[in-house]
């Protein structure tokens, strides 16, 4: 079956430290999306990637960085720099011809600073 | 603008309707949708609606959008205790080359037996 894929579900990281999310995409998608997810404040866009080799940064990108090196990986790496980085961290994509069907989501990743 | 408001909490007892409301800023948004979130989840669509539309029904799912008052509410009949979540709304801007989805903060909807 097609889908997205998040790893790992849960990751602890420690203060200083760089950690890398894993989103896995085999639904052919062009575009791949990163949201981070707080209480009370919905959905908030950090990074997306319409091609390969490409991507723009979202909303709320300062700590974050990501690659697109291949059409169905897109990870992203919360770096020290990011000063508040506990939060549910949620991947989508989508066929940019037919956003009306909206995005498909993974089934997100919880990052705790420990 | 680009806020998508929600309230954040609605209760109801099993077998009422829920109405879940959304208010949206950018009156030329092409569709609008719902999602559900369970909890520890990923989000799922369900359902959307296109903007020339003023309502869909599907199965105990039915959509209203008043483009007017930019304002997009999600009913649910009989409502049972699986339909406990986190609903969002979202919209899609125009001139929408990066596709992207603007989401609301999300209703938590919670069924009480």
């Known amino acids: 079956d097609g889908g997205i894929t998040q790893s790992p579900k849960y990751l602890f990281r420690k203060e200083g430290q760089n950690v890398t999310l894993s989103c896995e995409q085999n639904l052919n998608h062009d575009a791949m999306y990163w949201y981070r997810q707080d209480p009370g404040q919905g959905l908030r866009l950090i990074y997306y990637?319409?091609?390969?080799?490409?991507?723009q940064k979202g909303d709320i990108a300062e700590g974050y960085s990501v690659s697109r090196e291949k059409k169905e990986s897109f990870p992203l790496t919360v770096t020290s720099a990011q000063k508040n980085p506990t939060a549910f961290y949620l991947c989508?994509?989508?066929?940019?011809?037919?956003?009306?069907?909206?995005?498909?989501f993974g089934s997100g990743t919880r990052l705790t600073v420990v | 603008g680009e806020d998508v408001e929600q309230s954040l909490f609605l209760s109801v007892r099993e077998g009422d309707s829920s109405v879940i409301n959304c208010t949206y800023t950018d009156s030329s948004s092409t569709y609008l949708y719902w999602y559900k979130q369970e909890p520890g989840a990923g989000l799922q669509l369900l359902t959307y609606i296109f903007s020339n539309m003023d309502m869909k029904q599907d199965q105990r799912l039915t959509v209203l959008l008043n483009k007017k008052d930019k304002h997009l509410s999600l009913r649910i009949a009989d409502t049972q205790t699986g339909d406990s979540a986190i609903y969002f709304c979202?919209?899609?801007?125009?001139?929408?080359?990066?596709?992207?989805?603007?989401f609301g903060t999300g209703t938590l909807l919670a069924v009480q037996p």
């Open positions: 990637s319409q091609i390969v080799n490409d991507f």
């Open positions: 979202a919209e899609t801007p125009p001139g929408g080359a990066t596709n992207k989805l603007i």
């Open positions: 989508a994509s989508t066929d940019r011809g037919r956003t009306v069907y909206g995005y498909t």
